[in-house]
């Protein structure tokens, strides 16, 4: 094995990851550092009960694209899925119908339900349902505890706050958002191993992720971000020449008074955090005094482009950790 195959064999990376962005990159760092050991702590703040069923979409996009069930055109959900039951419950007229879940699906749900209701923490439920997919890295929830993102909205309907996922899903997004907040996050703490992986990180990875519901959220978990922040961390901008790469992140970016640009996520996330930030050439000029920016293609045209970008946030970590 070469030196620097080696260097990464030993070692120990932490990852945040929303949804389709951070599983994709995910897919990458996998591929260029396939014997590191690697623990993903996954947002869980668009967790929701449908149908009376516990669903957390991100946590399974992870899961089903590191373990090949993906629907790669969809970029979440199973693959040959099929929507039965869904269909029976929209004759039965039960609501919501705007929440997209196939049959396959379903039985992630179920099984996760019947152990939340037995009592099992959904980490340990999370790394049960992974025996069966075999990631190929430690997937943890960031909290136990329940703690869900909601979004203040004001339409025909009033001033109000629905669930993340009736905006996003329902509304898409049109609606503009007045706040976003997590409920819950005041008092959850890290689920069990999170603080400690931290820890023990040689380098912490912020993926391209929703950089307000979804790595803004990890980081709202007391203690998270401050144990994040002691160690080296690389970035990779979810914006490219001011704009999203796709999704409506922009819109969450609005609602918390933050531009969609590179230079003004960066400036989010800060440098107190921050050490190493990836952002596309045409975002070359994007600066913050203590974080060394690098400008190279980051889009994730493919696994092998996803491959290059983990690995080029890698040697950077590498680089800045002396
Ligand atoms: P989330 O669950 O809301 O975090 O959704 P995703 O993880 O799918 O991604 C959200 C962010 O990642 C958005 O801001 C996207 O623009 C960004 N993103 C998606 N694909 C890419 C890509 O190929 N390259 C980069 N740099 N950003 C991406
Ligand atoms: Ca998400």
Request: proline share 6%; hydrophobic share 50%; charged share 25%.
């Given at each position: 094995m070469s030196e620097a195959g080696e260097r990464l064999g030993r070692m120990h990376i932490v990852s945040l990851a929303g949804g389709i962005g951070g599983a994709r990159f995910?897919?990458?760092?996998?591929?260029?550092?396939?014997?590191?050991?690697?623990t993903v702590i996954g947002n869980t703040g668009d967790d929701i009960t449908l149908f009376g069923l516990r669903v957390c979409p991100d946590l399974d996009t992870v899961m089903y694209t590191l373990g090949g069930g993906i629907d790669e055109e969809q970029g979440w959900g199973r693959a040959k899925e099929s929507h039965v039951v869904k269909?029976?419950?929209?004759?039965?007229?039960?609501?919501?119908?705007?929440?997209?879940?196939?049959?396959?699906?379903?039985?992630?749900?179920?099984?996760?339900s019947q152990m939340?209701?037995?009592g099992y923490p959904l980490s340990q439920i999370t790394e049960a349902l992974c025996t069966r997919w075999q990631p190929g890295v430690r997937l943890l929830p960031m909290t136990d505890d329940r703690c869900e993102t909601h979004v203040v909205i004001d339409d025909e309907r009033g001033r109000r706050a629905v669930h993340f996922q009736e905006w996003w899903v329902r509304m898409r997004a049109s609606v503009p958002a007045e706040s976003i907040?997590?409920?819950?996050?005041?008092?959850?703490?890290?689920?069990?191993?999170v603080l400690e992986a931290i820890e023990q990180a040689d380098v912490v990875i912020l993926p391209p992720s929703n950089p307000v519901v979804s790595i803004g959220t990890i980081l709202q978990i007391p203690g998270i971000r401050a144990a994040i922040a002691a160690k080296t961390v690389v970035g990779v901008s979810p914006i490219i020449g001011g704009a999203p790469v796709r999704g409506m992140a922009d819109a969450c970016l609005t609602a918390i008074g933050v531009e969609t640009s590179a230079q003004a996520v960066l400036d989010l996330y800060g440098?107190?955090?921050?050490?190493?930030?990836?952002?596309?050439?045409?975002?070359?000029?994007?600066?913050?005094?203590?974080?060394?920016?690098?400008?190279?293609?980051?889009?994730?045209?493919?696994?092998?482009?996803?491959?290059?970008?983990?690995?080029?946030?890698?040697?950077?970590?590498?680089?800045?950790?002396?």
């Open positions: 995910l897919r990458g760092l996998r591929a260029t550092a396939p014997d590191a050991q690697i269909e029976e419950l929209a004759a039965y007229g039960v609501e919501p119908q705007w929440f997209g879940l196939g049959d396959r699906d379903f039985a992630t749900h179920i099984v996760r939340l209701e037995a907040a997590l409920v819950g996050a005041d008092t959850a703490k890290p689920a069990p191993g440098s107190d955090l921050i050490d190493g930030w990836l952002v596309s050439p045409e975002d070359a000029g994007v600066a913050l005094e203590g974080v060394r920016v690098i400008a190279r293609p980051i889009l994730m045209h493919d696994t092998v482009a996803a491959a290059d970008i983990a690995r080029t946030a890698l040697d950077l970590a590498g680089e800045l950790a002396g």
